[in-house]
């Protein structure tokens, strides 16, 4: 666990992972916004990195839902907020369904300079908003911690 300025991050040097976990909510019925928020240790001009989501419901295999994307030649500026979304090139969360447990890893390449994971923000469509009535937004953030 490391520290960003005021926020409690994960921090990834270069060929590290950091990781993220949380669950699926209850409601849950579609996927509208799934980020990732970095903020860089110093500028980098050609920023390499592999996220992989896996899922599971009770009583499925831990990874029996894994996807995973390559980003690369990211420009970074030291201390900038970036927002990666893990709906693009390939949706990351396909697969997520209602009570999911649900973890990410951020693999940093060869030549990265460090980051700090802030956490995922996680905006969906409510199972509710099927039944004809209004169709809200409603928003989930995960935070870095570690366990042990």
């Known amino acids: 666990m490391a520290n960003k300025g005021a926020y409690a991050t994960y921090q990834v040097a270069a060929q590290g992972s950091g990781y993220l976990e949380g669950s699926v909510p ?23 990195v592999t996220v992989t989501v896996v899922n599971a419901a009770d009583g499925e295999t831990e990874n029996i839902h894994t996807v995973n994307n390559a980003y690369a030649g990211l420009a970074l500026t030291i201390n900038e907020v970036y927002f990666l979304s893990l709906l693009a090139p390939t949706n990351l969360a396909a697969n997520l369904a209602a009570n999911d ?5 951020y693999a940093s390449g060869a030549q990265n300079s460090t980051v700090h994971l802030l956490g995922v923000r996680m905006k969906y469509r409510p199972r509710y908003a099927e039944q004809g009535g209004l169709s809200p937004i409603l928003e989930e953030f995960y935070t870095c911690q570690v366990l042990g």
Do not use: K
């Open 26 to 48: 209850q409601d849950f019925l579609q996927i509208t916004e799934f980020l990732l928020v970095i903020v860089p240790d110093a500028d980098d001009a050609d920023h390499d």
């Open 101 to 105: 447990v649900l973890g990410i890893t």
